[in-house]
């Protein structure tokens, strides 16, 4: 593990995972918003997915927060820092129809991704730290895997 020290370098990781932990969180709420709002016939079907979603979310940032605790990092603990440093904007289409919230996600997911993949080049050729690698890509693959569901239910 390279992270015994802080300094310059740590904080790298340190601010590359907190914007991670930011997306997570700022999703959070954002599913939430789609939970409560989604109208039409899809109403039962997408109320109970994005329930899964932002579930989902939860348990990531939760890990990825305690996975910083355990090497030695300081993850972000306010709205204020999560809403300056996310990659994923705030809020929806209050009403907006479903193909509209649907898309949104999938966007926002390959944000989330993109950014996840640049984490996990930083943990493992700069700090060769595998096992935060092996879990920001685990986080890539089931966001990809629910891009692959939300892309199948628009029709795509
Ligand atoms: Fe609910």
Same mark, same amino acid.
């Given at each position: 593990?390279?992270?015994? #020290? /802080?300094?310059?370098?740590?904080?790298?990781?340190? @601010?590359?995972? =907190?914007?991670?932990?930011? =997306?997570?969180?700022?999703?959070?709420?954002?599913?939430?918003?789609?939970?409560?709002?989604?109208?039409? /016939?899809?109403? /039962?079907?997408?109320?109970?997915?994005? #329930?899964?979603?932002?579930?989902?979310?939860?348990?990531?940032? @939760?890990?990825?927060?305690?996975?910083?605790?355990? $090497? &030695?990092? %300081?993850?972000?603990?306010?709205?204020?820092?999560?809403?300056?440093?996310?990659? $994923?904007? %705030? &809020?929806?289409?209050?009403?907006?129809?479903? *193909? +509209? $919230?649907?898309?949104?996600?999938? @966007? +926002?997911?390959?944000?989330?991704?993109?950014?996840?993949?640049?984490?996990?080049?930083?943990?493992?050729? #700069?700090? %060769?730290?595998?096992? *935060?690698?092996?879990?920001?890509? #685990?986080? $890539?693959? +089931?966001?990809?895997?629910?891009?692959?569901?939300? =892309?199948? *239910?628009?029709?795509?």
């Amino acid at each position: 593990m390279a992270v015994k #020290e /802080p300094g310059k370098k740590t904080a790298k990781l340190q @601010d590359t995972l =907190n914007e991670q932990l930011a =997306n997570w969180w700022v999703m959070y709420v954002k599913l939430h918003h789609f939970h409560w709002y989604v109208k039409g /016939p899809h109403f /039962p079907v997408l109320h109970v997915k994005f #329930e899964e979603l932002y579930e989902m979310a939860a348990k990531k940032l @939760d890990e990825l927060a305690e996975r910083m605790l355990a $090497i &030695g990092l %300081e993850p972000s603990s306010t709205m204020k820092e999560y809403l300056s440093v996310s990659h $994923i904007k %705030e &809020g929806g289409k209050a009403g907006a129809d479903d *193909t +509209d $919230i649907l898309e949104t996600i999938v @966007d +926002d997911f390959a944000k989330m991704v993109d950014g996840l993949k640049k984490a996990t080049q930083i943990a493992e050729e #700069e700090f %060769e730290d595998t096992a *935060t690698a092996d879990m920001l890509n #685990e986080h $890539i693959e +089931d966001l990809q895997k629910q891009m692959w569901m939300l =892309n199948a *239910t628009i029709g795509k």
